[in-house]
């Protein structure tokens, strides 16, 4: 059985670590902003080259709580093929999702589609680091409009060895357990390079306070909790470690699958810290059936374009306006990788793939 994602060696190799922060933090009984939690912002701004990080309740919270701190409420653009979450922090913040096309080599947004679909109104962008892969975000920046970067699956990414915080002030992370840095639970941050948006970005995930019991701007309660940062503390010094095995088995599928017909390999730079590995599949749900049946999981990161979801309406985009996305969701599917897993097993993975294009399973 070759599962699509396993935690269980990356939490096993960090065991030690958790352990012992969580004993402390019995001891302690500061489950509320506390140590860890502070402890976790300084090192993950460190690892992502941030000068701030912002410890919150989870990826959409971040995304929410940097759109709040803007204080947009009109249209904001962002990429049709990514998680709900996307584009449900941005009406948790009061503004309206609206979408682009993705460019079909990377699966990334398109800077110059989201440049012609910017209307005098269009308050924010939210580009989307796909898969780990950064998306041309020094383009997107250009396009005139404040910009909340969603690095939810971009964990360690850099862009030609700048920080993400050099592009836009707002870099936003989520701690869901498979990403590349997850919690055992929810969780996430956002970065930030301004030491008074930091400031501003904790009192707004702590419902406007500043310590005390007085609120002094609209806020939300979305804190990350001790104990997913005791997890967090933890697995954070393997983060170039597991982001280094996931960019060698990614490797290995790309020379394996290559030349297989009917996959279609999706472009990569050596930006990315692929938290996915991604293919278009001819006959897809075929060769997930024929997968499934041999023991291999397989999943779709995304079945449906976001603004296709009855949530997301507003935009009013139909069937047919986004094309590239449309069809890359008919197509994509996401093949078995996790930290620790072995180069035999994606060896297996690969070889089945390659048997059901060639005809004779
Ligand atoms: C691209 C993207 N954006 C936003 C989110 C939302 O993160 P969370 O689940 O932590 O709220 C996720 C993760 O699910 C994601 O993959």
Not at 210 to 237: H, I, K, M, T, W
Not at 269 to 274: A, I, K, N, R, Y
Not at 289 to 297: P, Q, S
Request: overall charge positive.
């Amino acid at each position: 059985m070759i599962p699509v994602a396993n935690l269980r060696p990356a939490i096993l190799q960090a065991e030690t670590g958790w352990r012992n922060r969580l004993d402390a933090l019995l001891d302690r009984c500061q489950f509320i902003l506390g140590q860890d939690v502070r402890e976790f912002e300084s090192a993950f701004a460190a690892a992502t080259g941030a000068r701030h990080a912002v410890g919150v309740a989870s990826g959409a919270a971040a995304i929410e709580i940097s759109l709040r701190h803007l204080g947009i409420t009109g249209p904001v653009l962002t990429s049709a093929l990514t998680a709900p979450f996307s584009a449900v922090a941005i009406q948790a913040a009061g503004a309206t999702p609206h979408f682009a096309d993705i460019l079909p080599d990377t699966l990334q947004i398109d800077p110059d589609d989201a440049g012609n679909r910017i209307t005098r109104r269009t308050a924010a962008i939210v580009p989307v680091h796909l898969y780990g892969q950064p998306c041309q975000i020094a383009r997107i920046a250009a396009l005139g409009r404040p910009v909340v970067q969603d690095a939810c699956q971009a964990h360690g990414a850099r862009v030609a060895g700048r920080a993400l915080t050099r592009f836009s002030p707002y870099a936003a992370y989520s701690f869901y357990p498979t990403k590349n840095l997850g919690a055992l639970g929810d969780g996430g941050a956002i970065c930030a390079d301004n030491a008074a948006t930091a400031r501003r970005l904790r009192e707004i995930r702590d419902g406007g306070r500043r310590g005390g019991q007085v609120s002094y701007v609209r806020g939300v309660n979305a804190r990350l909790d001790e104990l997913q940062a005791c997890f967090l503390n933890a697995f954070l010094p393997h983060l170039e470690e597991w982001n280094q095995e996931r960019r060698g088995l990614a490797a290995f599928y790309d020379a394996a699958l290559r030349d297989c017909p009917g996959v279609r390999l999706v472009e990569r730079t050596s930006d990315s810290v692929c938290h996915l590995y991604v293919i278009r599949a001819r006959r897809r749900a075929a060769l997930r059936r024929y997968l499934a049946e041999r023991g291999i999981g397989s999943a779709i990161h995304y079945p449906v374009p976001l603004h296709l979801h009855p949530a997301f309406a507003d935009a009013g985009l139909k069937r047919g306006s986004l094309p590239h996305a449309e069809r890359a969701c008919r197509e994509i599917l996401t093949l078995p990788l996790w930290p620790g897993m072995a180069v035999s097993q994606a060896s297996q993975v690969a070889d089945r793939v390659r048997t059901f294009y060639s005809g004779t399973q």
